[in-house]
Structure formats: structure tokens, C-alpha cells
């Protein structure tokens, strides 16, 4: 079956730097992305990953190896208005979005 | 960048009523659109693709004369929740992505909907 896993919930300190990893097995392999979701919106496109290494856009960052089945978004210098739900999805060979469950991330000062 | 609307935002009904929600997008055509529906603390839930002009294809254990979803242009998908229930009260989600563009999918806002 297809899977996608990301820890459930998170705290940081503001200003600081957080990881937050997704481990996946598809049925197939079109990309993976990240969306960011604040409570009781929809969820914003942050990242788009389809060939290995590192993509770096402004205080995000997000990471794939695709051998390992993994990704990792990276906050840096973290904002309180960054609080919020960070969605792991990959594309299948379908062009489906197989989403995880989201990362909740609480940002203290 | 590409634009999603989705109508109404919210929504509240008595239970048995139907529930029209638009999807629009704004400054693309959409080949496909996706609905998704969102549980409190959950992930998004695919529940059916569209692509225009044709018949939706739906998720196994979406009831498809409960959900009705037409996409009968470019720009505009709709989904009716038929009879609704307190059970169907959840966040919905439409989605677009053009045909050039299969793997960015642009998010409507979403739409809140409180069945009584």
C-alpha cells in the first residue's frame, strides 16, 4: 500500500531552526511537496521536490533523496506566525497526491 | 500565480437540505480538479478527480449519488452534497491543476460546512 509518515506535532522556539522529516512508500514517484496549513484554511503550496538534493526558497528549505524514500522541510529562524499544520504529500504514477496526516508545529517564544 | 475561488466560504443547513459548493479557477483552465474533504486534526481526504467534460472518478467509500460533482468547463466544478447530514459537516477542499501542469495542484480556500 502507499504511505506517507511525518511526526504528529513538533515545538520550536522562535528564532530557531526546525526539521520536520517525511519518510514515503508509493505506487510510483512524480514528486513530493510540502504545504503549509494554518488552522481552518487551506492548505498553501510551500515546496516542490522531484529530483534529489536540496531546494532552498527564503527561510524554507526542503530536502529529497528518493533511494531512501525521504524528505525533510527546514524552517529557519522560526516566526510565531509560523505555527502551523506542515503537510508531506507525494505524487504517485497516477498524478494522485498522497498526503500524510500533517506535522503540527507549535512555535514558543 | 494561479487562482482558486471556491463558493460560499461556510455554510450552515438543516439536515436533509442539499449543498451546491463552486470551484472556479480564476486565471487558468482547469483540465482536472480535485475535491477533498478535511476532518478537524485530519488530513486532507481525496474524495473524487474531475476532469472536464467527463464523469468524475471517485474514491472508494465516497457515495457518488451523495457527492455530485460536475465539471462542466474549464473554469468551474461544482459539488453538490446531496441530503446532507450532521456527519457530512466537514471542510472542503477543491483543488485545480492545468493540463500543462500536472504536478501543481492550486487550492481553493476551502469551504466550512455545518449540517444541523
Known amino acids: 500500500g502507499q504511505n506517507i509518515d511525518q511526526p504528529t506535532e513538533m515545538t520550536a522556539t522562535e528564532g530557531a531552526i526546525v526539521q520536520i522529516n517525511c519518510t514515503y512508500q508509493?505506487?510510483?514517484?512524480?514528486?513530493l511537496f510540502w504545504y503549509q496549513q494554518h488552522a481552518g484554511e487551506a492548505p498553501t503550496f510551500l515546496s516542490y521536490?522531484?529530483l534529489d538534493g536540496l531546494e532552498e526558497k527564503g527561510r524554507f528549505s526542503s530536502f529529497l533523496s528518493r533511494s531512501k524514500g525521504y524528505s525533510y522541510l527546514l524552517l529557519k529562524e522560526l516566526q510565531m506566525k509560523d505555527s502551523a499544520s506542515y503537510l508531506c504529500a507525494v505524487m504517485d504514477s497516477n498524478y494522485q497526491l498522497i498526503w500524510g496526516a500533517g506535522t503540527k508545529l507549535i512555535i514558543k517564544p | 500565480g494561479a487562482v482558486v475561488s471556491q463558493h460560499p466560504s461556510w455554510v450552515i443547513c438543516k439536515s436533509g437540505t442539499s449543498v451546491k459548493i463552486e470551484c472556479r479557477s480564476l486565471d487558468f483552465q482547469a483540465t482536472t480538479m480535485f475535491w477533498y474533504r478535511q476532518f478537524p486534526k485530519q488530513s486532507l481526504m481525496l474524495m473524487a478527480t474531475s476532469n472536464e467534460g467527463s464523469k468524475a472518478t471517485y474514491e472508494q467509500g465516497v457515495e457518488k449519488d451523495k457527492f455530485l460533482i460536475n465539471h462542466a468547463s474549464l473554469t468551474l466544478s461544482t459539488l453538490t452534497v446531496t441530503s446532507a447530514h450532521p456527519e457530512d459537516s466537514s471542510f472542503y477542499i477543491c483543488?485545480?491543476?492545468?493540463?500543462?501542469?500536472?504536478?501543481?495542484?492550486?487550492f481553493g480556500p476551502g469551504t466550512r460546512l455545518l449540517v444541523l
Open positions: 521536490n522531484v
Open positions: 483543488s485545480a491543476s492545468s493540463g500543462r501542469d500536472m504536478e501543481t495542484q492550486y
Open positions: 508509493t505506487s510510483g514517484f512524480n514528486g
